[in-house]
């Protein structure tokens, strides 16, 4: 299965200068125990913005550079259609998790989204999802992490 995960503030934010506008210890908790055991695909900012591979997951990095190096760990590839491919015979889920380029290349094979709503405005964010991303889905579940957090998961209709 392809899911997105993907932190969002209340103006459609994901990020600012590479990095999270925010900083929410039990989301990012929650973000380690929902990935953990699973692949992890990413654009190449979101990579950089890491800077090392998410342990104790298969890190997929998508670039068309030649000139991006990636640890012999982390699969480098090209085309969105081998994450797809790879994710019908996976035997583990496949977590689309930035940034926003990565999530438009795959915005229509996510069967799933996982979406932590942080309760703030980021007025100086530079990164943003569109509006109207789930509009195809809807909501299976609620999970209130504390701190004003709610994660909803929502399937494709």
């Known amino acids: 299965m392809i899911i997105g995960i993907v932190a969002i503030s209340r103006n459609f934010a994901i990020g600012r200068g590479g990095k999270l506008p925010w900083h929410y210890p039990a ?25 090392k591979p998410l342990p104790d997951r298969l890190n997929v990095v ?24 790879l994710a019908k015979v996976a035997t583990k889920d496949v977590f689309i998790i930035g940034g926003a380029h990565t999530y438009a290349a795959f915005a229509d094979a996510i069967d799933k989204w996982i979406v932590t709503e942080i309760p703030e405005t980021a007025p100086d964010a530079d990164t943003f999802m569109p509006v109207g991303f789930l509009d195809d889905f809807e909501v299976h579940e609620t999970i209130n992490l504390g701190d004003g957090l709610l994660v909803k998961v929502l399937h494709r209709r």
Request: without cysteine; charged residues 25%; negative net charge.
């Open 27 to 51: 989301d990012l908790r929650f973000f380690k125990r929902t990935t953990t055991g699973n692949v992890v695909v990413m654009g190449a900012n979101t990579w950089a913005s890491i800077g």
């Open 62 to 85: 998508l670039s068309r550079s030649d000139e991006l190096i990636v640890p012999t760990e982390v699969i480098k590839g090209s085309r969105t259609e081998d994450v797809i491919d």
